[in-house]
């Protein structure tokens, strides 16, 4: 089993609606999860972590995670166009904490 | 904001070269990074530092070294360069496991 994992995509959605991206991951002792949107030839920007059961918000972005499920999800609300990037799940995976793996990214394309 | 930069953005360099990618961050992080990103494999972890004089590997240092002499510098060494590792070349730091990373603008290396 990958450690982590994500649906590739393109995942397409209209203009202002929601989008939900989903992570699952394979290492049960996991305490740090983060969201990263990278655009097309650019380098991957943070834009969300979350380390307990919940959600956490962050004007439209909310990150939903479930240890017991092992899986970690981030809703865009209000999509626009410029939110069309390829979305980065990162699980920490040492423990100090600092090393992570990266999932393989799911393309989000908003549709004007 | 932090600032992660990384010394070349392209590079053609040809096969056997020893090869040195700079990266040199601001912010006296004590976490640094080297991953390289390729097209249906994602962000993988080459080496990283969590201190000064320290580096570990990651999951793919074969053909790789690094150097960290000062904590605000990191560089990856291509010892004799192969044409397989064309790729993204991506390096990061973390403050801590609560901050996530931040990465440099890429090095875009092409071995011919």
């Known amino acids: 089993q990958k450690e982590v994992e994500q649906n590739s995509g393109p995942l397409s959605v209209p203009e202002g609606a929601i989008a939900s991206l989903n992570c699952t991951y394979s290492?049960?002792?996991?305490?740090?999860f983060f969201w990263y949107r990278q655009y097309s030839g650019k380098s991957p920007e943070l834009i969300m972590s979350?380390?307990?059961?919940g959600d956490k918000e962050d004007g439209r972005f909310t990150a939903q995670l479930n240890k017991a499920s092992q899986y970690v999800s981030l809703l865009i609300r209000d999509s626009q166009p410029s939110d069309s990037a390829t979305y980065l799940c990162a699980v920490n995976r040492d423990n100090y904490g600092q090393n992570f793996v990266f999932g393989p990214g799911t393309r989000l394309s908003v549709l004007p | 904001d932090v600032k992660v930069t990384q010394s070349s953005r392209y590079l053609v360099k040809r096969t056997g070269e020893k090869v040195f990618l700079e990266c040199v961050q601001d912010m006296d992080h004590e976490n640094m990074f080297w991953y390289r990103q390729d097209p249906g494999l994602g962000l993988r972890l080459i080496y990283f530092s969590y201190d000064v004089k320290m580096k570990e590997k990651g999951d793919i240092p074969e053909g790789y070294s690094v150097s960290r002499e000062k904590k605000e510098r990191f560089s990856l060494i291509l010892e004799s360069a192969s044409t397989n590792q064309t790729s993204m070349y991506l390096c990061?730091?973390?403050?801590?496991?609560?901050?996530?990373?931040?990465f440099g603008s890429g090095t875009r290396l092409t071995v011919v």
């Open positions: 979350i380390y307990s059961n």
């Open positions: 290492d049960r002792v996991s305490q740090s």
């Open positions: 990061a730091s973390s403050l801590s496991q609560n901050y996530g990373y931040t």
